[in-house]
């Protein structure tokens, strides 16, 4: 595996991801992709507000795509300062 995708879904079923190289994939479960929240259906912010981060649950992901092997797919949860 070479790249991880911490995936979280939106309001409206779909899946919402960033490809992340292998060598990051602790900082990635400790949050450190961010999404503007203001960009995303669902999630109550303005442009200027904080961005949210996609948490990455480790023991529960790391699967390989079936179609592409080098790429594990992870889920994740999306977190506002700390907080889901």
């Given at each position: 595996?070479?790249?991880?995708?911490?995936?979280?879904?939106?309001?409206?079923?779909?899946?919402?991801?960033?490809?992340?190289?292998?060598?990051?994939?602790?900082?990635?479960?400790?949050?450190?992709?961010?999404?503007?929240?203001?960009?995303?259906?669902?999630?109550?912010?303005?442009?200027?507000?904080?961005?949210v981060?996609?948490?990455?649950?480790?023991?529960?992901?790391?699967?390989?795509?079936?179609?592409?092997?080098?790429?594990a797919?992870?889920?994740?949860?999306?977190?506002?300062?700390?907080?889901?």
């Amino acid at each position: 595996v070479k790249y991880c995708l911490p995936a979280f879904v939106d309001m409206h079923g779909v899946p919402k991801t960033k490809l992340v190289p292998i060598d990051h994939v602790v900082s990635m479960c400790e949050g450190s992709e961010l999404f503007t929240g203001a960009a995303l259906d669902g999630v109550p912010q303005e442009v200027s507000d904080n961005e949210v981060c996609a948490v990455a649950d480790a023991a529960l992901g790391g699967f390989p795509l079936p179609y592409k092997r080098d790429v594990a797919w992870f889920p994740a949860s999306l977190y506002l300062d700390g907080k889901p």
